[in-house]
T-cell receptor, first 117, second 111 residues
Framework: GAVVSQHPSWVICKSGTSVKIECRSL??????MFWYRQFPKQSLMLMAT?????????EQGVEKDKFLINHASLTLSTLTVTSAHPEDSSFYIC?????????????FGEGSRLTVL | QKEVEQNSGPLSVPEGAIASLNCTYS??????FFWYRQYSGKSPELIMS????GDKEDGRFTAQLNKASQYVSLLIRDSQPSDSATYLC???????????FGKGTRLSVIA
């Protein structure tokens, strides 16, 4: 399958700081990437759709000023959690669908586990 | 609001048995259906996709889709302890749209 990579895998930060998570498609170009968040024992919840060269589309209830998404190239999307607080602690996972592949087939990055102290 | 429902489990089966995982979805217009496996602390891994009614087999896995009943299932034959994980059902529209996930069913295969 296609390869999507995230960095960092783990991050611990103090409350009030900002954290940037990178998501790269390694073997294909992704005009669209999706950012999901997963709390313990919960399912994946879509946060936003990242579009290369344009603004991200956020799901209802997700603060766009808090979760900044930048998709500056066809292989890189970044999620910045600004002024992080303990309630932002979660597992953040990006995903993308290779062009020309089966409809809707998403491949996920390794995920980034954020802990805010 | 599109919804995907799964029994949270845990579903326990003995090694070598068939594990049956079920999923229903609310959006009748859904076009694509997926099963992902997620080990604890890891991100989901795609194991099966299905787009048309009927069965699709891949090794020990068989996905079944019934659009009229808005139902999709996953059968795992000859279950192994390494199959123990949470299985997520995901449903999507046509094209490059985000998937809607169920809460997952936790499977435990007992050796």
């Amino acid at each position: 399958g296609a390869v999507v990579s995230q960095h960092p895998s783990w991050v611990i930060c103090k409350s009030g700081t900002s954290v940037k998570i990178e998501c790269r498609s390694l073997d294909f170009q992704a005009t669209t990437m999706f950012w999901y968040r997963q709390f313990p024992k919960q399912s994946l919840m879509l946060m936003a759709t990242s579009n290369e060269g344009s603004k991200a589309t956020y799901e209802q209830g997700v603060e766009k000023d808090k979760f900044l998404i930048n998709h500056a190239s066809l292989t890189l999307s970044t999620l910045t959690v600004t002024s992080a607080h303990p309630e932002d602690s979660s597992f953040y996972i990006c995903s993308a669908s290779p062009p020309g592949g089966p409809t809707g087939e998403l491949f996920f990055g390794e995920g980034s586990r954020l802990t805010v102290l | 609001q599109k919804e995907v429902e799964q029994n949270s489990g845990p579903l326990s089966v003995p090694e070598g048995a068939i594990a049956s995982l079920n999923c229903t979805y609310s959006d009748r217009g859904s076009q694509s259906f997926f099963w992902y496996r997620q080990y604890s602390g890891k991100s989901p891994e795609l194991i099966m996709s299905i787009y048309s009614n009927g069965d699709k087999e891949d090794g020990r896995f068989t996905a079944q889709l019934n659009k009229a009943s808005q139902y999709v299932s996953l059968l795992i034959r000859d279950s192994q302890p390494s199959d123990s994980a949470t299985y997520l059902c995901a449903v999507g529209d046509s094209g490059n749209t985000p998937l809607v996930f169920g809460k997952g069913t936790r499977l435990s295969v007992i050796a």
